[in-house]
C-alpha cells in the first residue's frame, strides 16, 4: 500500500498541506551533507561562532540549581523571565514599551509564522507580501490556502504607490515583510519609508507582520527600529535567538496586543504545548551570565568579514554582466544573472562541480524571478569562499558565453 | 484597540482558530502555581524521577564532543541514530520491523497530533474517536474542523459493535485510539479487541492513529503489542519520551509508512522546520550511555506505588456512592459521580479548599461525562494524595449528601 485512498475523498491528503511549496533549501541541506559540497546555499549561521563553552556552562548551573523542575512541563507562553528579557532589550534599544505578558516564545521563528498562518487565515484571505519573500514564510502561510499579492521592492524597501494601488484594491488580512537585511533582497527599509508604511498600515487599519531575524546583525551595530514601534497594537513583531545565539536551540518569539498573543497561545497550546523548557532555561542563564552586546560585536565583526571575502572573490571572478547587492548587515548577497538566463540552469552546472546556491524563483510566488540568486557567506571560510566564487566563476563564464 | 475587525471579514481570527476548545488542564496549570494548591489535575510525571544527573552529564559530553554543530539547524526528520535507537526499540520490545526511515521526531506527541490534523483534514472529514479521548488531540484536530465520531468504551476496549455500525454509516478518515492505559479513562485494549479492532480496520481500509504515551508504564512491565504490528501500513503509531524520560525536552515520534512521512515531513518544515537539535543530541547520548529499562523499573515501581496509595486514600476517604478504577498502569484514575452530579460543580467545592483534579466532561465531544472526574498519581507524595483525597472525601461527604 502505498497510498491509501478512500471512497469519498480524491486523496488522502489535505488540501492545505499540498499546497505547501517543497523547500529546495532543505533538499539542498540533504545534499550538502556531502563534506565536499561547497555551500553558499542555506542560510546557516557559522557554528564556530556559537557559544558553546557558556551554554555548556549554562546547562550544568541551570540542572545543579533547579533540578528535576527544568525538565517537567511548562505554560504555553513560554518562561517568563526570559519574556521579561526579551521585553527589556526592547526597551533598552529602542525605547519601546513591551510587557512580558506581550510576549510568547515559539519553536524559532518559523513557528511564529506558521501560528500566524493559524490563527489569522482561512482559506482565500489575501496576504500582503514583499516580491522576493521568504520562502519559510511562504510555506507557513501556504498551508492555509490564501491567495497572495506581491509588491515589488525598490532599494529602500517596498514601491509606495503599488503598495497604495494594491491596498485599494483588495483587502489583505495583513502585511508580511522582513524590514532589515530581508532575506533573500538584503534590502533595508529607509526611515522615510518606515515612516511612509506606518502611515499607510494606520490609514487602512491594516495588519502589519514584521519579522526581524537579522536587524542586530547590522554590520555598523546601529539598532534600526522596528515599524512596530509606529503602527502600535497594528503590529506583529517576530524576532529570534537563531541567528544571534545558535538556531539549533529553536527559539523564536512574537511580539503582538495581548488579544492576539490570547489565540497565539491558544494555537500554539493545540500545536505543540509549550517551548522546549530546557532551551529556555539554558538561554536564559547565558543571558543572565553573559553581556550579549559582547557576543553579537563579534558576530557583526566575523560576518561582515565573510561578506567582504565574498564580495571581493565576486569581484576578481565573477563575468561583469553579474550584477550583485553588497550588503551592510544580515547573511546573504542578492545576485542577477542577465535576463533570460536560469538561475536554476545555473545551479545544476555549479553542483556538478560541488558548488551550491540556492535559485532565487522559490523567493517568488508567481514564478518570476528566474535569473535571479541568493548566496550565503555567514557559515564559510574565507578559503572555500575563495575556492567556490571561483568555481561559479568559471561556470558563469562558459554559461554566458556568446552574451 | 482589542480586536481588529476588517470590512470583509466577521471577524480578525480563522475559523479553525475558534473551534479549539480551552484546555481546563492548562488553565489549572496555571491556578496551581499556588504552592499550597495539591494538585491531582494535570498529566505531569514526577519530576523526582526525571534522570537529572545523567542528561547533565550527556549535554556536557555531547557538547564537548561536538562542538558547534549540535547548536546548528539540523534535518527536519530528526537525528538519525535516535531514529535508529527508536526503530530497535520496537524490533527488541515486540519484533516489530519499522526503518529509521518510517519514523519522525516531534516537539513532543503534541506536535504528532497537530501534524496528523494537518496532513489528513479538511473541514467537514469524519475522525473517529473513544469517548471519552485525550483533550490534547481533541484540541489538535479541533482547529481543522473535523467532525467527531465516538465509540462508546467498555472495560477491555471500544464497544465493537457501535464502532462497525458507525463505520457501515460514515467514511472516517482516521480512528484515533490509546489502547495502553488510556487517558482519561484508564483503559487497555485486551488482545482479543486488538484482533477484532485490526481486522477491522483492514475490512474497512481504515486508518488508525494509535497513541502510546503510556505503555511503557505498565505496572508489570509486560510490553503491550502495538495495534500497528497487526495493521502494518495503515497504522500511524505515536511515541514519547515525556512519559518515559522527561517532557520539557519535547521529544516524541510518529511512526508512519514513507509516503505519509514524506507528508508529515513537508507540514513539520513548514511548522517550525525541525524539532530542538540540542535536546534530541542529549537524550541520545543519554540513551546510549543508560539502559532504558533500569529506568523504566524505577518508573514502575513509583508510579505504582503512588497509585497504590491514592487507591487507599479512596477507600478510606470517598463515600460509596463513587465509582473508581483501579489501573494497572499509567498516570490516572477515573471516577464516576453518581447520576445527576456534576465534577464540575465539585471542582469548584474542591478549589477552595486547595485540592484541584480534571472534571471528565472536557474529555467528551457530545457534552456527555458531566458527572466523571480524571485523578492524577503520578505527580503527588503519599502524604499529599493522603491529605488530598481526605479533604476531597469530605467534600465529597457534603456534596452527596442525602443521596
Request: hydrophobic letters at 35%; glycine letters at 8%; proline letters at 6%.
Amino acid at each position: 500500500m502505498e497510498i491509501i485512498t478512500k471512497p469519498e475523498t480524491e486523496t488522502l491528503f489535505s488540501n492545505g498541506i499540498n499546497r505547501i511549496p517543497v523547500s529546495f533549501i532543505r533538499e539542498i541541506l540533504k545534499v550538502t551533507a556531502d563534506p565536499e559540497m561547497i555551500s553558499f546555499a542555506g542560510g546557516l549561521p557559522n557554528p564556530a561562532l556559537f557559544p558553546v563553552e557558556e551554554i555548556k556552562n549554562a546547562t550544568i548551573e541551570i540542572l545543579q540549581k533547579e533540578g528535576g523542575n527544568i525538565l517537567q512541563y511548562a505554560e504555553t507562553e513560554g518562561f517568563y523571565p526570559l519574556r521579561e528579557y526579551i521585553a527589556s532589550r526592547y526597551q533598552k534599544r529602542f525605547n519601546l514599551e513591551i510587557s512580558p505578558e506581550e510576549i510568547l516564545i515559539t519553536n524559532g521563528s518559523q513557528q511564529a509564522l506558521d501560528l500566524i498562518g493559524k490563527v489569522f487565515l482561512n482559506p482565500g484571505d489575501r496576504v500582503l507580501l514583499e516580491k522576493p519573500s521568504y520562502l519559510g514564510a511562504i510555506q507557513s502561510f501556504s498551508f492555509y490556502q490564501p491567495e497572495f499579492l506581491t509588491i515589488p521592492m525598490e532599494n529602500d524597501g517596498p514601491d509606495m504607490e503599488k503598495l497604495n494601488e494594491s491596498l485599494s484594491l483588495n483587502c489583505p488580512k495583513f502585511f508580511y515583510c522582513i524590514p532589515n537585511f530581508q532575506n533573500p533582497s538584503g534590502i533595508t527599509y529607509s526611515d522615510s519609508k518606515r515612516k511612509r508604511i506606518s502611515e499607510t498600515v494606520i490609514k487602512n487599519n491594516l495588519l502589519l507582520v514584521e519579522d526581524d531575524p537579522y536587524g542586530e546583525i547590522n554590520f555598523s551595530g546601529e539598532n534600526l527600529p522596528p515599524l512596530k514601534s509606529q503602527v502600535g497594537n497594528r503590529g506583529i513583531l517576530l524576532g529570534t535567538f537563531s541567528k544571534i545565539v545558535a538556531p539549533g536551540l529553536r527559539l523564536g518569539w512574537v511580539v503582538a496586543e495581548k488579544s492576539i498573543i490570547r489565540q497565539l497561545v491558544r494555537a500554539k497550546q493545540a500545536s505543540d504545548l509549550h517551548s522546549n523548557n530546557l532551551s529556555q532555561r539554558v538561554i536564559y542563564q547565558y543571558l543572565l551570565q553573559h553581556d550579549l552586546e559582547d557576543h553579537l560585536n563579534k558576530l557583526r565583526f566575523n560576518y561582515e568579514a565573510q561578506c567582504t571575502w565574498m564580495l571581493s572573490a565576486i569581484k576578481k571572478y565573477f563575468p561583469k554582466q553579474i550584477s550583485y547587492t553588497e550588503p551592510k548587515g544580515g547573511m546573504f548577497i542578492w545576485g542577477k544573472l542577465p535576463k533570460g538566463y536560469s538561475a536554476m540552469d545555473l545551479a545544476n552546472e555549479t553542483i556538478k562541480e560541488k558548488v551550491v546556491f540556492v535559485p532565487g524563483n522559490t523567493f517568488f510566488v508567481d514564478g518570476d524571478g528566474e535569473n535571479t540568486f541568493r548566496l550565503n557567506f555567514s557559515n564559510t571560510d574565507k578559503a572555500t569562499i575563495e575556492k567556490g566564487i571561483k568555481i561559479m566563476g568559471a561556470i558563469l563564464d562558459r554559461f554566458l558565453e556568446g552574451d
